[in-house]
């Protein structure tokens, strides 16, 4: 996440005096605010004692001690020893504890950002197993392992239970959607953002897996059928039909093979029949293997804040894009103001610009209804395309790279496509 803004910029000087008391530094926080930033800095002695909170409309919101001199509070997340929870507008305060003041005094700076809410990328992972089924890592664990990849978010799925989400750490950095893999002896599933998507996760029939289908969306859950042609392990293909109302299917699981490849194609032939299915991927790791690792691929959703309501939300509308690594690439395909998933209206723009950060020997491929329509090899590192939409009902992109590892091309980076309405 970037798009830090300044808000304030607070200083007082604490005469000798005032040591043994709190002092609040009071400020405006403005409505709108995804996140906000505070730090502070003490110029004094070598004796000076100065801890630091935070207080909000309601209260305190959270304490620091001297453990820390910088604390960050959202929706979702927040350092340790501050609550998450909504950013009300109004009076809020830096709360200082003047613990030892020097008689000479000190000074006091509190440096004050926030992030506002709007559509930003966000990075994440949204299929990873624990040790609450046979992962082998701990949710403190996988936070850590996340976080150091730069990613924003992490999709807990562990088989038919949720408990894992009970275990992440509250971080500033890095927040946890619960989910469940919905794991049948024909197929998995899963089922992002309820703690309950389900009563009971066995069924033995199509009628029962599209009632559990309904009830896991009835309790708020983003239902995604996972690695649906993976015939790797007895039932882990999706043998209950592929025409289940589903939110989304996780087309890239894992390394790229040849189940991956016929989920794409599998895809590709949806949509081209009207289907408006959002693509999505995840590691799908259990635990330490040459291949599989975490954000392998990455999923870049366009969301208004960092919590899983705004992910889930930018799902299920289609804002997501896939790529191999967190470094991306990222392929952004826009018509006008309208972004991946959107439906561009028969009197909207009529041309579309994909833009990227590529490799020189990347091939390009763009797709329509009417299948590949489109490929090049590229010679530029800064790819910036401009083309007409002309009588398409969606248009999306592919980049396929080299890699020396496996000596192969493979997918790089995967667009969702934007629709258009047929014209009148």
């Known amino acids: 996440m970037a798009d830090w803004r300044h808000l304030r910029l607070l200083q007082r000087s604490i005469p000798g005096s005032a040591g043994g008391s709190y002092i609040e530094l009071p400020f405006e926080c403005p409505d709108q605010v995804a996140l906000l930033q505070i730090a502070i800095e003490v110029q004094g002695g070598p004796d000076t004692v100065i801890d630091f909170g935070l207080l909000d409309p309601d209260g305190v919101r959270g304490w620091s001690g001297g453990a820390r001199r910088e604390a960050v509070v959202g929706a979702q997340l927040a350092t340790p020893g501050y609550r998450p929870g909504p950013l009300t507008p109004g009076r809020w305060a830096v709360l200082l504890g003047a613990y030892a003041v020097p008689a000479e005094g000190c000074t006091v700076s509190a440096r004050i950002a926030y992030l506002p809410r709007g559509a930003r990328w966000l990075r994440g992972e949204l299929h990873v197993h624990t040790m609450h089924s046979d992962g082998t890592d701990a949710p403190w664990q996988v936070a850590e392992a996340v976080a150091d990849l730069g990613l924003d978010f992490v999709a807990l799925t562990d088989h038919n239970n949720t408990t894992a989400a009970t275990g992440f750490p509250v971080r500033p950095d890095v927040f946890a959607i619960c989910g469940m893999e919905w794991t049948t002896l024909k197929g998995h599933c899963n089922l992002l953002g309820s703690r309950k998507p389900l009563d009971d996760f066995r069924v033995a029939t199509t009628g029962q897996a599209r009632a559990g289908i ?63 299915l959002p693509a999505i991927g995840g590691s799908d790791r259990h635990g330490p293997h040459p291949w599989v690792r975490y954000g392998m691929p990455t999923n870049w959703v366009l969301a208004a804040e960092p919590t899983t309501e705004a992910v889930l939300d930018a799902l299920r509308h289609g804002r997501v894009a896939l790529s191999v690594e967190p470094a991306g690439p990222l392929l952004d395909l826009r018509s006008g103001p309208h972004v991946q998933g959107d439906l561009v209206p028969a009197g909207g723009p009529h041309g579309l610009e994909l833009r990227a950060k590529v490799r020189p020997g990347d091939r390009l491929r763009l797709y329509s209804e009417r299948g ?43 667009s969702n496509p934007v629709y258009f309405a047929p014209s009148a």
């Not at 859950?221 to 993976?230: I, L, R």
């Not at 093979?257 to 794409?264: E, G």
């Not at 007409?388 to 493979?410: C, H, P």
Request: charged share 30%; hydrophobic share 45%; net charge negative.
């Open 214 to 276: 309904a009830e896991a969306r009835a309790r708020g859950a983003f239902v995604s059928v996972s690695h649906p042609f993976d015939d790797s392990c007895q039932g882990c293909d999706w043998g209950w039909g592929l025409d289940l109302d589903f939110d989304a299917v996780e087309i890239w699981n894992g390394p790229w093979r040849p189940c991956n490849q016929a989920a794409l194609a599998w895809w590709q032939q949806e949509l081209a029949r009207g289907r408006r």
């Open 372 to 414: 590949l329509e489109r490929e090049e090899v590229l010679a530029q590192e800064e790819l910036a395309l401009a083309f007409a939409r002309e009588d398409r009902r969606f248009w999306r992109a592919e980049l396929w790279r080299w890699f020396d590892e496996v000596r192969y091309e493979l997918p790089a980076a995967l």
